[in-house]
């Protein structure tokens, strides 16, 4: 089974508009952490934001926040007031505490393209 | 603080010729990870090592090597370079502490003809 799941390969968003990405996990590790990266077409990978699971608050850096919903394994990223900049692939991203050497596992990506 | 970098940016090998790729951190990071990305697709992890002298498998390791004699060195080898192995490298690094992200370098774009 995947342990991450993008199911929106891309999508368009207006400018100045909120765009959510969606992530679903899966894990019977109590104990992990979610994170997204954006890589844009230069090809870098970007941190944008981290959860644990145990972080009771959902977790917020500037324009981006996640929708965390434990009980229902979803990991949602809401980017507000979309700018051309964050035209690129997002990637969400999970690791389990019980994974030797604090491996990460990748979802497949979501491109997003922002128009003016 | 250059974080992590990664040598070559790009080659062009022929099959059945070996390389080997090269990542730097300075930020004195325990954990260091290869990963794979193909197009459209997530990063796979090839190995990592969790500290000097170490080295583990990942969900993709056959046909690379690595080693990591020191701390701020991780490096990725190819012995016998195949088609299949056309794909964009990525290094990454981090603490040891669960909750650290991880610091990626800029990628190696890397063609098997």
């Known amino acids: 089974a995947q342990k991450i799941t993008q199911t929106q390969p891309g999508m368009f968003v207006q400018e100045k508009e909120a765009v959510t990405l969606d992530c679903t996990y899966d894990?019977?590790?109590?104990?992990?952490?979610l994170f997204w990266y954006k890589q844009p077409s230069s090809g870098e990978m970007i941190f944008l934001i981290y959860?644990?699971?145990?972080?009771?608050q959902n977790a917020t850096e500037g324009r981006y926040s996640l929708n965390f919903q434990k009980a229902r394994k979803s990991a949602n990223l809401v980017i507000s007031a979309s700018q051309l900049g964050d035209s690129a692939m997002y990637f969400c991203?999970?690791?389990?505490?019980?994974?030797?050497?604090?491996?990460?596992?990748f979802g497949g990506g979501t491109r997003v393209l922002v128009k003016p | 603080n250059a974080g992590v970098t990664q040598t070559p940016k790009f080659r062009v090998l022929k099959t059945g010729q070996s390389m080997t790729l090269l990542c730097a951190q300075d930020?004195?990071?325990?954990?260091m990870y290869w990963y794979r990305q193909d197009p459209g697709m997530g990063l796979r992890l090839i190995h990592y090592?969790?500290?000097?002298?170490?080295?583990a498998k990942g969900e993709v390791p056959d046909g690379y090597n690595v080693s990591r004699l020191k701390k701020q060195n991780f490096l990725l080898g190819l012995e016998s370079a195949a088609p299949s192995q056309t794909s964009v490298y990525f290094c990454?690094?981090?603490?040891?502490?669960?909750?650290?992200?991880?610091?990626f370098g800029p990628g190696t774009r890397l063609t098997v003809l």
């Open positions: 990454a690094s981090s603490y040891s502490f669960t909750g650290d992200t991880q610091y």
């Open positions: 894990t019977s590790d109590p104990s992990y952490g």
């Open positions: 959860q644990g699971s145990y972080d009771q």
């Open positions: 991203a999970m690791r389990e505490f019980n994974a030797a050497g604090n491996k990460l596992t």
């Open positions: 930020m004195n990071h325990e954990y």
């Open positions: 090592s969790v500290g000097e002298g170490t080295t």
